[in-house]
């Protein structure tokens, strides 16, 4: 299938105007081959189908569905909702899910994930559904490559009354009672979902920023007026914790009292401890505090990406309770846990609703705020930054030279990258890039982007303010290496 729409994490985005009808049928079909030439599903089964709130969603979401028609299957709506929402119950129904979002990426882009009836697609099965040939069935297009017809069935509200359900059945019962919370609505899928989930547990809600033009909200790169915002409901309203999600709610915005967002990566910790995780799983990316805490009997580092993270769990023979998380904040629950003779059961993709209230209830715990739960862990701090426009040949050369040649020899020579005002290296990890560990225990990670012509540095540091300025001064001195 040659075009602009690109496979990435778990299915394809691209530019609204280049996911025509035909293209949106054409992947789909290729994903329902792949799984029913694997014995993955048996025609004449039901597929779920959801999107987000995009303008383009229900258009794309018809797609979809004339796909699965036309295929021989059964298309169920599940409305607009979350991505783990839908997960869940392709899970608990033994059934191939197809989820309409582009998550964080502006509105003149969407995308589809693809979910088989165990869970998200990996990376085995991305070569699988792209080697497929989709014969199109033309008569169901007419001009510029509409579908003439509707094939969206009436919204069937399972998927989120068992998502609601999941939290509501495994929280003790008024968990929050005497919390004021927050909730952040903008455009997320999960803004009227949030409200029934924190009131069914008994706090005190706030609806705020409600918007009826969908807001990119990336919660590894918040937007400065989303840090402003939060700052001031926290001290207007007098808030515990204000509570967020991206576009289709697989990654959480969470803040502690002063309305400082928490970092995804150190959240990730948080609710591992809590929910009492033996094994945690994460991209090499993460913070290093998981590690230093000493929480935890097994932690395991992968290369940037769900379904790294999803194959790296599965791989795990010897831990009772596996879980993992990433840098953007999605929670993956890879066994089922318990709580107070309560159970939840597993999710294996990235989820946002669990983590704040894990988070609340971890500092109810302790009889403390947020703020005060995070000063438990080790003072370390990450910051990232990317240089666009960076020619993919020139950054993998890069990489490929620090690997290969003298710098990863010379310990010395790799600061001298960065005109020798970082520390020498201790150590080098190839795991995603190139990650190096200072001489001080500072950190400088290299990667270029999977998807664009960038190259991405994220750095680690003892404080947020030195994780910052070595950021900067990296950045600074990779832009010469373009010249």
Known sequence: MKNKVKFGTSGIRGLVTDMTDQVCYAYTLSFLTYLQSNDAIQQGSKVGIAGDLRSSTPAIMNAVAAAVVDAGYQPVNCGLLPTPALTLYGIRQGIATIMVTGSHIP???NGIKFNKPDGEVLKQDEAGILA???????????????LQDNYVPAVNLLAEQQYISRYLDFFPDNALAGLKIGIYQHSSVARDLLLSIFEGLGAEVLALGRSAQFISVDTEAIRPEDIVLA????EQYDLDCIVSTDGDADRPLVSDEYGEWLRGDVAGILVARFLQIDAVVTPVSSNSALEKCTSFAQVVRTKIGSPYVISAMQAIKNAQHIAGYEANGGFLLHTSVSLNARQLSALPTRDAVIVPLCILLAAQQQGSSIAKLLKTLPERYTYSDRIKEFPTELSQSILAEIQTGQLSQDATVFAQLFGGQIEPAAGFDYTDGVRVTLVDDEVVHLR?????????????????????????LCIQHMHRWKD
Do not use: I, M
Not at 231 to 234: A, N, V
Not at 453 to 468: D, F, H, V
């Open 107 to 109: 509105d003149d882009r």
């Open 132 to 146: 497929q040939e989709p014969v199109l069935n033309d008569a169901l297009f007419a001009g510029e490559n509409l």
């Open 231 to 234: 700052k001031q409901w926290s």
């Open 448 to 472: 270029g982007s999977g998807n664009a012509p960038e190259l991405r540095c994220y750095t680690e540091a003892g404080s947020y303010e030195r994780a910052k300025a070595l950021n900067e």
